[in-house]
């Protein structure tokens, strides 16, 4: 059979599975399976044995884990009650201040735990009733916590970072470096909208009463609040940057970290910590046979030859190499409608990869571009994440879906005028890697 019509039917069963709805790893697994056995029979079933110890004994994965365990403790810590204060204390008195504090403790957040989730319902449940009841626009108040939350995933560490790194074989590191400035561009982008809003529209965003104003006193002992954050992020990724630790060993020390915040703010139980543990390990494991999935289904990709008939009959349209790299973000973004980030990392990067690199582009910059994709991913309708999130807490409050809908607009136009900036200016991205110390 000719190898145009195996990759069809390599893809068109991945794509039936997933319509069923089976669940991801069963979708890649099986289809590797199936395409194994007629490939080349029973007898070369040993490869996903083979690919499951070489995954799940990587070095670099032992990262997942560990950043995930350092996030659950994080959500627990009551750091956020004290950023939420200190930022209260200094923006309140400013149109709109409350929404740009709030993208600013997400951006901290994200500095110090992967995973969008636990900034997006951290604030969600501290930063959107305080809005709220100083009546700031609903639409502006979802839509800086939803948008504010995607953060966690582009500024390091990172899990999607960690994991497309593994299949790419790019070093963590230099990933989580080129995620510093586009993050800190994309959190600086939803300030100045916010601010530029508000502005001209103050009702949008009062200012807090003059009654509730901090002196200047009760401004600077709230400052106390950024210290620990500011050690545990030096501590995570000033390691890596200088070379002292690789990310790898990064994450442990962040672990331990965000276990010794508990213990300071005196918010350890051991019910907390064997929830923590919990979640940690269901987390975790769903990932690892996702990743397995893929693997297997990466190989065989690869082995049938389908990687170079796709470059070829993407190279044979004879179209700028920079129209091919806009067409994968509108893939991107499409997909990130109906998928999960892993899931589409999953299936493109066997793809995308490695004409990727024959078009000549460095992979490290295409993963930071697809990593701002997946933020999108997780505010854009109808299965971002991040919408179910704030649903589930600001419903109870009388914030209809159509409203979460409605606001998470203006910060996806934002977030992809955040990827035509880094796509025109890729040095944004590649400084910070170029100057790091490696290990």
């Known amino acids: 059979m000719n190898i145009a019509l195996?990759?069809?039917?390599?893809f068109g069963f991945l794509l039936l599975?997933?319509?069923?709805g089976f669940p991801l790893a069963f979708c890649f697994g099986s289809v590797a399976v199936i395409f194994i056995i007629w490939q080349w029979g029973p007898e070369a079933l040993f490869i996903l044995a083979t690919t499951a110890f070489s995954s799940w004994t990587s070095f670099i994965l032992i990262a997942v884990p560990l950043f995930i365990l350092?996030?659950?403790f994080l959500e627990r810590s009551g750091l956020a009650d004290d950023l939420y204060d200190m930022m209260y204390k200094w923006a309140g008195p400013l149109r709109g201040g409350l929404a740009m504090g709030t993208v600013v403790i997400c951006a901290i957040f994200a500095a110090m735990a992967g995973i969008s989730g636990v900034a997006t319902v951290t604030m969600g449940l501290i930063a959107l009733p305080s809005m709220l009841r100083r009546n700031y626009d609903k639409i502006i108040a979802v839509g800086c916590i939803s948008a504010g939350g995607t953060l966690g995933i582009l500024i390091p560490p990172s899990i999607i970072m960690i994991l497309y790194a593994s299949l790419t074989g790019e070093s963590v590191g230099k990933l989580f470096m080129g995620g510093v400035f586009p993050g800190i561009i994309l959190a600086a982008i939803f300030?100045?909208?916010i601010g530029i809003r508000t502005f001209f529209q103050p009702h949008l965003g009062p200012p807090i009463p003059k009654e509730e104003r901090a002196t200047w006193k009760e401004k600077f002992q709230s400052l106390k609040a950024v210290i620990l954050p500011i050690i545990l992020i030096f501590l995570v990724l000033g390691v890596i940057y200088t070379g002292i630790c690789t990310p790898t060993e990064a994450s442990g020390i962040g672990a331990l970290g965000a276990l010794v915040v508990i213990i300071i703010k005196r918010r350890f139980t051991w019910?907390?910590?064997?929830?923590a543990l919990r979640r940690t390990l269901n987390l975790t494991a769903?990932?690892?046979?996702?990743?397995?999935?893929?693997k297997c289904f990466s190989h065989i990709y690869i082995a049938?030859?389908?990687?170079?008939?796709?470059h070829s009959v993407i190279t044979g349209f004879e179209v700028n190499r920079w129209i091919i790299l806009i067409g994968m973000q509108i893939v991107f973004f499409i997909l990130g409608c109906f998928m999960d980030p892993a899931g589409i990392i999953m299936i493109c990067t066997p793809v995308f990869i490695p004409l990727i690199k024959k078009l000549g582009f460095d992979s490290v910059w295409f993963g930071v571009l697809f990593t701002i994709n997946m933020e999108i991913g997780y505010i854009t309708p109808p299965f971002g994440f991040n919408l179910f999130y704030m649903k589930s807490l600001a419903g109870p409050m009388g914030v209809s879906m159509g409203e979460i809908y409605r606001s998470i607009i203006p910060f996806t136009i934002?977030?992809?005028?955040?990827?035509v900036i880094i796509m025109l200016f890729p040095q944004l991205v590649l400084w910070l890697p170029s100057t790091m110390i490696t290990r």
């Open 6 to 10: 195996t990759t069809i039917l390599l």
């Open 17 to 20: 599975l997933l319509a069923l």
């Open 70 to 72: 350092m996030a659950n």
């Open 191 to 193: 300030i100045a909208y």
């Open 271 to 275: 019910q907390m910590f064997t929830d």
């Open 286 to 294: 769903m990932v690892m046979w996702i990743l397995l999935g893929a």
């Open 304 to 310: 049938i030859g389908a990687s170079d008939f796709v």
């Open 414 to 419: 934002l977030a992809i005028l955040g990827i």
